[in-house]
Structures are given as C-alpha cells and as structure tokens.
C-alpha cells in the first residue's frame, strides 16, 4: 500500500510517499521550512504544498511535534500557543480534502523502528528518543505502543526539563561539541535507565546520523544505537500510521 507519510518538525516538514509493506521511500523526499510563527493557518498551507507537490488524492499519515489524543492537541509543543485544544486531524482534513490520520512524531519514528528498523522483534521495554528541536519519545512493550510519553519533560537537577538541556537546538544555540553534547545526553540517558530499565534504546532524529560523534560520551548498561531508517523514520511512521 502507497501513502503519503508527512513529518511535521520545528525546522522543517518533510513529506514522501511511503510503500507501508516494505517500510521504503518511494518518492523523492520533499522538504519545505516550518513556518515562523507556525500557526495552525500557516503549517496547513505548507502541508497543502506538499500535498499538491505529489499531486496525492488519497489519505495522509502525519507526524506531528505535540502529545495528541484521538487527533487534538494538547499542548502548542514547540510551534504555536493557538494548537492547543485544536483537532488537527480534522483542521487539516477541512484545509486540504485529504482523510488525516495525526500521531505524535516521536511515535511515528518510533512505529517505523520498532516496524523495520532498529526495534524489530524486540521483545521487552524499548524506548525510542528523537533528538531534535526538542526531545521526543516513544515508548513500546513487546512491540506495542504507550503512545503521548514526553520524556523529554524530565526534570534534569537545575529543575529545568531535560528537553532544555540536552535537544539539539540547545547543542547548536550553546555552540557545544559532539563531545560536550555527549556529556550531557549521558545525564539523560542515565536518568531514563534509572527510570525505565529498557531492554534498548533507540535514538532517532536528524541527530542519528551523526550518532558515532556522541556515542562514546554515553555509558549506560542498557544497549544504545541509531535509528535504521535515520531522519526518515518519522515519515515512515506517520504513514504506518494511517493504515
């Protein structure tokens, strides 16, 4: 089955369409910059781009940056204070005609891993980490999904959340190396250890790719490694997820 699988993210909003049978691209991927601020009226208009760039008629799995329940926003997240309470699922139907199906988008990285990827046949507690504008995750239990974790909402010692010490964007604002960004996702990995007792973590986001630079920075005994499908997973979830 072909669906067309879109990643909305604080930088950017990446659409492809997707073979869910096989977990593949099987388009070019499309990019379009997130717009600033990124009102409900302004992401819609960059996800109808995207939509007309395919020129696709059929139904459309989405990955979205916010906790969400059967389709409404909880929280504007990191985009804009007007999600809140707004049933996006049905707001981007209204705006575009295409059927939506709206799921977190650490979840949806998180359903193409445990899928395809990384997690595949993973019996236990896996936890999927997006490491991004923010911090994502996803939590799954012999391959089923806890969906809405926010452990990037941890509370690091200073009493702020780990997502505003440890995210990429805090690693590029803070001009920090590999090395010293390294150390602090220990911090973090070490506390969700504590927390979690996983059987594998998996880190995912643009940041997976560059997961060798960091790597050795973090010591924990619960086994760490990078998304199979990297940067593209929230795609492929988000269309797993419309089936």
Request: one cysteine or more.
């Amino acid at each position: 089955m072909e669906i067309l699988g879109i990643d909305v993210g604080g930088t950017g909003i990446k659409g492809a369409i997707v073979n869910t049978k096989t977990g593949k691209l099987i388009s070019k991927r499309r990019r379009i910059v997130t717009p600033h601020p990124a009102t409900p009226e302004a992401v819609a208009e960059t996800i109808q781009k995207i939509i007309h760039h395919f020129k696709w008629n059929g139904p459309v799995g989405c990955g979205f940056p916010t906790p969400l329940k059967n389709g409404k926003c909880l929280t504007g997240g990191n985009l804009h204070k007007d999600w809140k309470n707004l049933k996006v699922d049905e707001f981007f139907k209204s705006k575009t005609g295409n059927q939506f199906s709206v799921v977190n988008d650490a979840d949806a990285a998180g359903l193409a891993e445990i899928t395809f990827g990384a997690g595949k046949e993973v019996k236990g507690t896996v936890i999927m980490i997006t490491l991004g504008t923010g911090i994502g995750s996803a939590l799954f239990l012999d391959g089923k999904l806890l969906p809405n974790t926010e452990f990037g909402h941890v509370l690091h010692k200073s009493g702020c959340i780990f997502e505003k010490y440890a995210a990429d964007s805090v690693r590029i604002e803070e001009n920090l190396s590999r090395k010293q960004w390294g150390k602090r996702l220990h911090k973090y990995f070490k506390h969700l250890n504590l927390l979690l007792s996983p059987d594998l973590i998996i880190v995912g986001g643009g940041s997976s790719k560059k997961f060798s630079k960091f790597e050795a920075q973090i010591n924990i005994d619960t086994k760490i490694i990078p998304a199979k499908s990297e940067n593209e997973a929230g795609i492929i979830g988000a269309a797993l997820s419309a089936i």
